[in-house]
């Protein structure tokens, strides 16, 4: 009967946490027939785990472009209101307005 690892290079890399890591390894210990059993769900585990771990990274970054935009927005927004003000003092001074 083959053994049925998970603790795989194409499985684990830097990202899957070091618990999981111990995990697989403990499950690599176990005779065939139990491994077989449980392998599989290590494997979605460890895939929904490293899923998620990306998810976060993209939610991060963009959090971090939108906290950026949003300066650029209110430096906009002030710079406007500043010229706004000026042409307004402009056009009280020629009696425009």
Not at 65 to 78: A, G, I, S, W
Not at 82 to 91: A, G, I, T
């Amino acid at each position: 009967m083959q053994k049925t690892s998970i603790d795989s290079t194409d499985k684990f890399n830097d990202e899957t946490p070091s618990e999981l890591q111990e995990l697989a390894k403990a499950i690599d210990a176990l005779p065939a027939r139990y491994r077989d059993v449980v392998a599989p769900a290590m494997t979605r585990v460890v895939e929904c785990s490293t899923r998620r771990k990306r998810i976060l990274n993209l939610v991060q970054e963009a959090l971090s472009q939108l906290r950026l935009d949003m300066k650029y927005l209110v430096f906009d927004l002030e710079a406007t209101r500043r010229e706004r003000d000026q042409y307004k003092e402009m056009l009280e001074k020629d009696g425009l307005l």
